[in-house]
């Protein structure tokens, strides 16, 4: 007896089993696989991620009407979004480098840059007001985050954000976060901020002249041009608005500043840097800290944590609340620290104070790995090795220069990695003998 889906030849003993399961085995062999598949993993064994989006998109149509979106919209635009290959291949490139500070900050605060946040300070000063009285935001904060985030309005991103969205839903990896941005970017088409083939941006689905997420646009976006649109993309109103509104939202302290470069004294101990530790200006002021004047700092109880990201031949900063604030826009201490002096320098301040040196290492991930082993071999905590250089490695690079009599300042430079290698090999050594 020959059965599809079964050998070539089902036992006498089981015939009655394989004549019942006839109708079942045939219908799934029948119905097509994109229908089964609902995220692109199950379609790794076809190798056809395309097929899998198909069966996905149906699946994520469902999820947007459930959480009440409009069915014209659902299959308007869920109806039409594409599989975009190029959206899995950035997700997935990590960058081949570690950054270092100098190479990141140089990048980004440049005299162009400022030049062009001073223009737009002048030209865009009502409006800029307008904003910095309704969210307490200065307006040269507000410049210096569309300066990084799009060079004023310059490059907005060219994916179509629906088909980048889905196709980062139906990825697998990170497939709940990027199912709720897509929702919320359905509603924004769904309430008339702009329809589905202008809605453009970054590859992760970031939109506007700000790079918001459809989320935070939720939260976040105002009309403050009273066109009835939240336009992010062609308003330079609506974006610096939302951003103030998303500032403010996040905590912004009115009549603080982000920080200030300082300068330290000699024989400074270097433990006291890091985000982990707080103190007063007027205890960083005892502790002989002064401003890059060589005045004392003001004596009141404003906290501030000490950063120095280039290590003790770098410059040194001390950062206030609203450092945390913009962190809470982008969770890098680089992002932040570049935010904040592109803003005083905005503002009319100048350079930095000490220059960036350029003994900084650049490393593969893979030789960070390596170095966070060695260093976890030495007794020194990293976390999980993840070739990403951060507040836990730099903690353990200074413990390890405190015990080798080098100054802990947790910067990673030639001698500093050849000594921990040095050392973890000569343990490991020790412990074979």
């Known amino acids: 007896m020959r059965i599809p889906g079964f050998p070539e030849q089902c036992p006498r003993w089981l015939a009655v089993l394989c004549l019942a399961l006839q109708p079942l085995v045939a219908q799934a062999a ?8 609902t995220t692109l993993e199950d379609a790794a064994a076809s190798d056809d991620p395309e097929q899998a989006f198909a069966g996905c998109v149906l699946r994520l149509q469902d999820v947007a009407r459930r959480r009440g979106v409009a069915e014209d919209v659902v299959t308007s635009v869920l109806g039409q979004v594409r599989y975009n290959g190029r959206v899995i291949e950035l997700d997935r490139r990590q960058p081949e480098f ?10 980004r605060v440049t005299d162009t840059r400022v030049q062009r946040g001073r223009e737009l300070l002048a030209e865009q000063r009502e409006l800029l007001a307008r904003v910095q009285t309704e969210s307490g935001v200065p307006a040269q904060y507000l410049v210096a985050f569309w ?13 179509s954000v629906p088909d980048a969205l889905a196709t980062l839903a139906c990825d697998g990896r990170r497939g709940e976060f990027f199912t709720d941005e897509l929702v919320a ?12 083939a202008g809605m453009e941006g970054s590859w992760a689905g970031a939109v506007g002249q700000m790079q918001f997420m ?52 000699p024989g400074f101990d270097y433990a006291l840097a890091g985000r982990s530790h707080s103190a007063s200006l007027t205890q960083w002021r005892a502790l002989g800290v002064t401003t890059t004047a060589g005045e004392p700092l003001p004596a009141i109880d404003l906290p501030a944590r000490l950063l120095v990201p280039a290590g003790h031949a770098g410059p040194a900063f001390l950062t206030y609340p609203n450092f945390d604030v913009i962190m809470r826009w982008n969770r890098s201490e680089y992002y932040a620290l570049a935010v904040g002096h592109l803003a005083d320098r905005i503002a009319g301040a100048g350079r930095l104070h000490q220059p960036l040196p350029d003994t900084g290492m650049r490393l593969t991930r893979t030789q960070v790995q390596t170095l966070q082993t060695q260093l976890q071999t030495l007794g020194h905590d990293v976390g999980t090795p993840d070739g990403v250089i951060g507040p836990a490695t730099r903690a353990a690079l200074a413990q390890f220069q405190r015990a080798s009599g080098r100054v802990p300042d947790g910067y990673l430079d030639a001698d500093l990695l050849r000594a921990v290698a040095t050392a973890a090999a000569a343990l490991e050594t020790s412990a074979g003998n």
Do not use: C
Request: hydrophobic residues 45%; proline residues 3%.
């Open 98 to 107: 570690t950054q270092t500070f100098a190479d990141y900050f140089n990048a």
């Open 214 to 265: 459809p989320t935070s646009f939720l939260r976040h976006a105002v009309d403050a041009d009273g066109d009835g649109k939240r336009d992010l993309w062609s308003s330079a109103a609506d974006a610096l608005a939302s951003a103030g509104h998303l500032l403010q939202s996040a905590g912004w302290r009115t009549g603080e500043r982000w920080g200030r470069e300082v300068v330290l004294p």
């Open 147 to 159: 300066g990084l985030e799009t060079n004023f309005g310059g490059f907005l991103g060219r994916m």
């Open 30 to 37: 029948q119905a097509p696989a994109s229908l089964a598949a």
């Open 185 to 196: 970017a359905l509603r924004i088409i769904e309430a008339g901020d702009i329809d589905a």
